[in-house]
């Protein structure tokens, strides 16, 4: 069966959260009040209206990454479903502890897979990803729901930073799925100057940019020093510097 792929942008101000985030739009994302920012608040509007679009009622879900987050296992079993939790690590929410690229559950298991925040964190070098997406398609029944979000321009994989999401939607295309639905939450997603971005470098050699919801005259000012001189030493086609974006992702296995 044919895969049909549909992309939608909802624009700040048709956004349910527009007023909320205009009051907080000067908090970056990774200050300890993260959840007052604007790009905090599109994850978490992304995850509302995405669990809007699903039923629990009856179901088996399974919830990827799910951290100490119990947002979802209230939700599912408050509607009457069952919620099971998997992490690489153990938590307070997790049965068992996943490898990455391997669910450990038998086939066509849940109706419903969560995945929140999670795929950007997936290596996408050596195949994890796509491994993922498949033992994905193969824990869930035929007709059962995906529902992922993940920031784009902020962290994480390279397709994820530079915003490839051809790259990140086609394993979903190719391993089981037949109707793939994203939501872009923001509707300016256009190129920020140097100083209004930070980059950190992580183990690896993993460049991965943290970007300001809204840009701010002093960031350049701001930044540490051996940041500001790393960014500087970037050749000009390194990076193509964009505002970060939420993005929904739900798709449903044939």
Known sequence: MQCQIKVETIACRQCRSYRA?????????????????????????A????????????TQ?????CGNWDYSKRLATRH?????????????????????????????????????QVFEHISMDDGTYVRTIREIA??????G??????????????AFCE????????????????????????QDHTGLAPARAGLDYAAGGWIMARYR????????????????????????TAYQLKSAYVMDIRATRE
């Open 213 to 236: 919801y809204r840009s701010e005259p002093d960031a350049w000012a701001r930044l540490p020093q051996p940041t500001r001189d790393a960014l500087a030493r970037l050749p000009p």
């Open 21 to 45: 985030c205009r009051v907080a739009e000067a908090v970056p994302w990774a200050m300890p009040w993260a959840w007052r920012s604007p790009l905090r608040r599109c994850a978490k509007r």
């Open 80 to 116: 009457g479903g069952q919620w099971q939790g998997v992490d690489i690590y153990p938590t307070r929410l997790t049965r068992q502890v996943m490898t990455p690229g391997r669910l450990p559950y038998p086939n066509e298991t849940f109706e419903i897979v969560l995945a929140n």
């Open 138 to 143: 193969r824990v869930l029944k035929p007709g």
């Open 61 to 65: 879900t399974l919830e990827i990454g």
């Open 145 to 158: 729901h995906l529902l992922s979000n993940c920031p784009i321009h902020l962290h994480g994989a390279l």
């Open 163 to 186: 915003g490839h999401l051809a790259e990140i939607l086609a394993p979903l295309a190719g391993n089981g799925f037949t109707a793939i639905e994203t939501v872009c939450y923001r």
């Open 47 to 58: 995850i509302r209206d995405g669990y809007a679009t699903l039923s629990f009622r009856g």
